[in-house]
């Protein structure tokens, strides 16, 4: 059972919800982002080093780009695991994979059922994809908290915080744009694996610092504070 000390280290008020206190929160855990951040871009990169095509080397395409995504699923799980333990104290590789083992299954599930929706909104007219990632932004985050209904928790987080889900996710959006643009432009420059290298360290870097705003969005309401006393 969870003090009420304990209880409010890890779930914030609304003072503690900004990008301002999750940038303490990933400064404060910064070895293990940093370590995930590169270990992930240097594995990106060296994934397209073959670039094979599709339709030509289509299994080794296929195995490449499940390959990246599994890297990519595992980097997320350490990711939100230190991001939920970051009110705790900082966070370790075993600590933030501790946090995240009692719902590693449900949280894998759900990450790739998420993952086949959003792909699938993409691939039709690219606003459905879309939608869905701005609707679903506490999904993956209340499963790896420990959350029964992930979804209907999601909409309940947003609704009860929803000028702070308007303005993250704006900042998201912004920041994901830069990249696109960043990425555009180092074409001009380098390309490959070079290029993939830099791309995936901006998004970890920048990705580190949305999770764990997202997530201390997410502690900060009901279901999230009813998830942090039953989990920590």
Known sequence: MTSSTELDSVTPNARQTG?????RRVWRSSRVFVTVTVVNAIVQSLLIVPRPIFGIDTGLFVL???ASYVVLVASLTIIVGAALQSGTGPSTLR???GKMRPHLLRFVVITVLWTIATVIGLLFWTYPG???LALTPYVVIAAADGHEHPVRANFQAIKFHFGRYVGLLLVTVVLLSLMFLASAALT???DGAPAAFLIWLYLGFIGCWLMT???LLWRSTPPGQESASATD
């Open 19 to 23: 990008l301002r206190a999750a940038a």
């Open 64 to 66: 490449l780009a499940i």
């Open 95 to 97: 600590t933030a994979y």
């Open 130 to 132: 879309l939608l869905i």
């Open 188 to 190: 001009f420059f380098v």
């Open 213 to 215: 705003g997202w997530v």
